[in-house]
């Protein structure tokens, strides 16, 4: 099958950032399965959200990148394997490789029984409520703006009517959001749930992305 220039020439373009992309060499030398692994660290450092102990949710997990960060911002020596002071609790739509220290749940975030497991695997470590949850979910975009919208704008909706539901009354939750149709509603949401709403474009998030990330802390 041919394949037309223009596609050649974008697939190159697109390799050759990737290669060159600091981030994703950053990545390969600290053992972090992608480069996004650095937008958690940096909203973390920043906020100070994650602390030894806490309990935390992985919403979009795979390939799990912001797992390992929590498993060794957890880990009393920053170590991605050993002792762990908290617990981690990650979910995806694909399949994930094993992490060491996070337990991973396959399913759709969207559906009813998916999301009664994961409360069921809560109240099956005595966990009540939960300190973090973090949400990197993002849906195949169809490149038909109102589709797409709707599309994130149930994803951010449903983690954070998770987070109403199970995160403490000083937990935080942070959310991959878009610019677009959407993102003035799910700003507004943000606001009437959460104390504090911080907007963050890491450093690590590419400059021509539409990507942000939102940062709920403290229910109202």
């Given at each position: 099958m041919k394949v037309k220039t223009q596609s050649k020439k974008v697939n190159k373009a697109w390799l050759n950032q990737h290669?060159?992309?600091?981030?994703?060499?950053?990545?390969?030398?600290?053992?972090?399965?992608?480069r996004a692994a650095y937008k958690l660290k940096e909203i973390d450092?920043?906020?100070?959200?994650?602390?030894?102990?806490?309990?935390?949710?992985?919403?979009?997990?795979?390939?799990?990148?912001?797992?390992?960060?929590?498993?060794?911002?957890?880990?009393?020596?920053?170590?991605?394997?050993?002792e762990l002071k908290g617990r981690i609790l990650a979910l995806d739509l694909l399949p994930m490789d094993p992490?060491?220290?996070?337990?991973?749940?396959?399913?759709?975030?969207?559906?009813?029984?998916?999301?009664?497991?994961?409360?069921?695997?809560?109240?099956?470590?005595?966990?009540?409520?939960?300190?973090?949850?973090?949400?990197?979910?993002?849906?195949?975009l169809s490149g038909i703006g109102a589709t797409d919208s709707a599309?994130?704008?149930?994803?951010?909706?449903?983690?954070?009517d998770f987070s109403v539901r199970h995160l403490k009354s000083d937990g935080a939750l942070v959310a991959k959001v878009f610019h677009g149709g959407a993102y003035d509603a799910l700003v507004a949401l943000f606001r009437q749930t959460f104390k504090v709403v911080k907007t963050f474009k890491p450093k690590a998030s590419r400059d021509q992305s539409s990507e942000t990330f939102l940062v709920g802390m403290g229910l109202k």
């Open positions: 290669v060159n992309d600091p981030y994703v060499r950053l990545a390969q030398k600290d053992g972090f399965r992608a450092e920043t906020l100070g959200l994650i602390r030894p102990g806490d309990v935390v949710v992985d919403l979009g997990s795979t390939p799990g990148a912001w797992s390992q960060y929590l498993r060794r911002r957890l880990s009393p020596d920053g170590a991605a394997v050993g992490i060491e220290g996070v337990q991973f749940i396959q399913g759709d975030f969207r559906e009813e029984a998916v999301l009664a497991e994961l409360e069921q695997v809560l109240v099956g470590h005595g966990v009540d409520k939960v300190d973090v949850v973090v949400s990197d979910m993002a849906p195949n599309r994130i704008e149930l994803l951010v909706e449903l983690a954070v």
